[in-house]
């Protein structure tokens, strides 16, 4: 597809390039009138000093030629010129016998000369080429009362080369001034349109370089008026799916809030109901109750995180320095006593690696390392190891989670981060977990890397932004 650009060029370039065209036609036949007009005068002027040779007398003429005339008008020696003189016409007297004689059409009147092209053959036996004259004519009549009026032709011919060389070096010297302006005129024209597009590119690159998520309206107040108009029919249907999209969050948050408490409730009650039972049968059912409402109580908890996740839930992420070695303590704390019940040691290896400070937002990235460690919890299954490391690597900090657990399949890693999508049936997952966590993460600029732990299992690398590291402000 061809730019705007580019169109713009070519309309606005090709009508220049056709003019030049034009012009250059135009001042070569311009240039060829005027050298034409200058060699008619100088044959003009040659044929009546060849005039002036010939006398007429009373029996006839006295031709009165010296060597050094004939000399004057031969001077050219690259470019001689051609003369004949015939009385009556066509029957010669003097100079070149091979000059073609006037057209039928050409006028004949006295004392005036008539100037034509014509063609001059090559001598014989020198094996030349025809050359192209242009010849001038003058009838002269002569006589008096004691001899009839006889009428005399005078040709005089010069090459027509020196007319083409003479119309060729004007030909240049227009040109290349009018070529320089064409150019330069071209170069203005090439910045004018990029100047003028330059609304437009901007307007790309700021919808380009955006967050899938973002929202917030473009802001062209310098731009010209055709693009504001451009700009405001975007920024309206921004508005809308900005209403829409924050309608469904408000659903959902709103449907997750609702269903929050009954479900506890409905999870206390089974856990009680399970206690008192003493039927086997009833036990099992009451066991599947239990488990059906702690998995949706699960699922409506990751609901409303990933409502909360979610860059329109907010209109900026606030980031600030966070000591990620003290945050993954105090965190890893709290997770312990959950990973006891499911028979999974839960440990964190900081050694060495001193203070590591990152820009974060303390609650999101809490929600996000938890479904880490509670994914781990879940999938490696009893007598696992998750291991919680934090690093440094250049401008980034890292949090690692490590399990000896099956780990996710390399073909799986990339669809994991889907919602509602599960590498393996087994365990009580939902399929929000690492949905939740990239979320969360890419809020923060930063990136979520799924690898092989060693000797076995996976690891989870969450990369965010050191504090003092350039980071991009979000404009979530």
């Not at 730019?3 to 060029?9: A, D, E, P, T, V």
């Not at 070519?10 to 003019?19: G, K, R, S």
């Not at 049968?281 to 699922?299: F, I, P, V, Y």
């Amino acid at each position: 597809m061809v730019s705007l650009q580019r169109k713009l060029l070519l309309w606005l370039l090709l009508p220049q390039l056709i003019l030049w065209v034009a012009g250059g036609i135009a001042t070569y036949r311009l240039a060829a009138g005027y050298a034409n007009r200058a060699i008619d005068a100088s044959l003009a002027q040659a044929s009546r000093a060849l005039l002036r040779q010939v006398k007429p007398i009373e029996q006839g003429l006295l031709i009165d030629f010296p060597r050094a005339a004939q000399e004057v008008l031969e001077a050219d020696p690259t470019d001689r010129l051609m003369y004949m003189v015939s009385t009556p016409p066509g029957r010669f007297i003097l100079g070149n016998n091979n000059l073609p004689p006037p057209p039928p059409n050409a006028g004949s009147q006295l004392d005036i000369p008539y100037f034509y092209d014509g063609e001059v053959p090559a001598q014989p036996g020198t094996g030349g080429q025809p050359k192209q004259m242009r010849i001038a004519a003058l009838y002269v009549a002569y006589g008096d009362i004691s001899a009839p009026r006889q009428t005399m032709l005078v040709q005089v011919a010069r090459s027509s080369a020196d007319r083409e060389e003479l119309a060729r070096s004007i030909l240049g010297d227009t040109l290349l001034p009018l070529s320089i302006l064409i150019l330069l005129m071209s170069v203005i024209v090439w910045a004018g349109i990029r100047a003028g597009l330059a609304p437009l590119a901007r307007l790309r690159r700021e919808v380009e370089s955006r967050a899938p998520g973002d929202l917030t309206p473009l802001k062209l107040d310098l731009a010209p008026t055709e693009l504001r108009s451009l700009a405001g029919a975007l920024n309206d249907l921004l508005a809308s799916v900005r209403h829409h999209v924050g309608a469904q969050q408000r659903f959902i948050a709103d449907a997750a809030h609702q269903l929050r408490t009954p479900l506890a409730g409905l999870k206390s009650q089974s856990r009680l109901a399970l206690e008192a039972a003493a039927d086997p049968a009833q036990r099992a059912r009451l066991e599947l109750l239990h488990q059906s409402a702690s998995r949706s109580a699960h699922l409506v908890a990751q609901l409303l995180t990933l409502a909360r996740a979610e860059p329109g839930a907010s209109a900026a992420l606030e980031l600030a320095p966070l000591d990620l070695t003290r945050f993954a303590q105090d965190l890893v704390a709290q997770l312990v006593p959950r990973a006891l019940r499911a028979g999974t040691d839960l440990g964190i290896d900081t050694e060495g690696t001193g203070k590591v400070t990152a820009l974060a937002n303390a609650p999101l990235l809490r929600e996000a390392v938890s479904n880490l460690i509670d994914n781990a919890i879940r999938y490696a299954g009893r007598g696992a190891e998750v291991t919680v490391r934090v690093r440094r690597d250049g401008g980034a900090a890292l949090v690692i989670v490590d399990d000896n657990g099956p780990g996710i399949p390399p073909a799986e890693r990339e669809r994991v981060f889907e919602r509602f999508v599960r590498s393996t049936d087994e365990g009580e997952g939902c399929g929000l977990g690492l949905a939740i966590v990239k979320e969360i993460i890419e809020r923060h600029h930063g990136a979520v890397l799924l690898g092989d732990a060693a000797p076995r299992g996976l690891r989870v690398v969450l990369r965010l932004p050191c504090a003092g590291a350039d980071y991009a402000a979000d404009t979530a």
